[in-house]
Nanobody, 118 residues
């Protein structure tokens, strides 16, 4: 089994910055993709950013010029640097990883609250 541990959430004023971290541990065979998702009350969980083991990134349009995803493959850890935060970024943020190849498995963190005040 794989466990994901998140850190870095909290409260910040609009225009501020926050850095989220996600560390994977357990029976990790290989990591395919790493990512961040978020869910606000009443909304579905949505993709924020992903990064592959090869370094290819993908961002939601709403965060593309403000957020940066990165990874440290040696430590099975990935990060989300969030700049110029807006109140609409307020949500529970979840880290996620997809392991394996053709027969992949997905693992999710427990979520961390990010609140941006106006």
């Amino acid at each position: 089994q794989v466990q994901l541990v998140e850190s870095g959430g909290g409260l910040v004023q609009a225009g501020g910055s926050l850095r989220l971290s996600c560390a994977a541990s357990g029976s990790i065979f290989s990591i395919n993709t790493m990512g961040w998702y978020r869910q606000a009350p009443g909304n579905q969980r949505e993709l924020v950013a992903t990064i592959t083991s090869g370094g290819s990134t993908n961002y939601a349009d709403s965060v593309k010029d403000r957020f940066t995803i990165s990874r440290d493959s040696a430590k099975s850890t990935w990060y989300l640097q969030m700049n110029s935060l807006k109140p609409e970024d307020t949500a529970v943020y979840y880290c996620k990883t997809r392991t394996g190849g053709t027969w992949y498995r997905d693992y999710w963190g427990q979520g961390t609250q990010v609140t941006v005040s106006s």
